[in-house]
């Protein structure tokens, strides 16, 4: 390190990267975009199994040496596109329930937003929660923002169960696996039947809160917790 760089870091001011860098960083982060799209495009046609690096490039009209430079491989792709679509449901549940009164109702709310992220981007939430690639599963980084989701919804649980809205067992890792049976089974069952319908006029989808509820009912407080 340059002694200049240092005293810009004693100072509390990081040194100036060259412009050249930065342009070259944004134009790298643009293409790795345009790729993770042009993919997601190719999945809502061919499937989520049919991705293919070839179509990609050829799509991008690009050779595929060039989309080797960023994807080595197509595993290499659907990590990222793991990582990118895990770490947009736990933003999207983050949000929601920052925005609602914490515990219950917070997590009303961010479960919610996760469900309606899922029908917007349905290809990339088939990756998440099915297993539709033969073979593929997300590596540990592409992977650590679904543990920090589950473990936001234990938060909520905990928080709920603290203001005598549920029994604390519902944050035990049985309630935490009985609440996504139930979320995942509103989800499947919408996608699997009426993929094109909105949150609000899905014949499952609209039946979430009723779903949670009914997972509130199997934790109620037990006598002298109230």
């Known amino acids: 390190m340059m002694k200049d760089d240092e ?10 990267r060259p412009a050249g860098l930065d342009r070259r960083r944004r134009r790298r982060e643009e293409t790795i ?12 046609e061919e499937g989520v199994a049919g991705l293919s690096l070839s179509e990609v490039a ?15 491989s197509k595993v290499a792709l659907y990590d990222a596109l793991f990582l990118r679509g895990a770490q947009e449901t736990l933003d999207a549940f983050s949000a929601a329930a ?6 219950w109702n917070a997590l009303v709310a961010g479960t919610e937003a996760v469900i309606r992220l899922g029908l917007d981007h349905q290809v990339v939430a088939e990756l998440l929660n099915w297993r539709p690639v033969p073979g593929f599963e997300p590596s540990p980084q592409a992977f650590a923002p679904s543990v920090e989701f589950v473990h936001k919804i234990a938060q909520q649980l905990e928080i709920a169960a603290a203001r005598g809205e549920l029994d604390p067992a519902a944050a035990s890792e049985e309630g935490l696996a009985l609440l996504s049976v139930l979320i995942a089974g509103v989800f499947s069952q919408q996608l699997a039947n009426e993929p094109h319908a ?22 109620p407080l037990k006598e002298g917790e109230q």
């Open 7 to 16: 005293a810009a870091i004693t100072a509390g001011l990081a040194p100036a």
């Open 198 to 219: 909105t949150f609000q006029q899905g014949r499952y989808t609209r039946l979430t809160s009723r779903v949670l509820e009914l997972f509130r009912s199997a934790y």
């Open 98 to 103: 920052a925005e609602a009164e914490p515990g």
């Open 58 to 72: 050829r799509r991008m009209g690009i050779q595929p040496p060039s989309l080797y430079k960023y994807f080595p």
């Open 33 to 44: 975009n345009e790729i993770l799209g042009t993919a997601v495009q190719v999945m809502t």
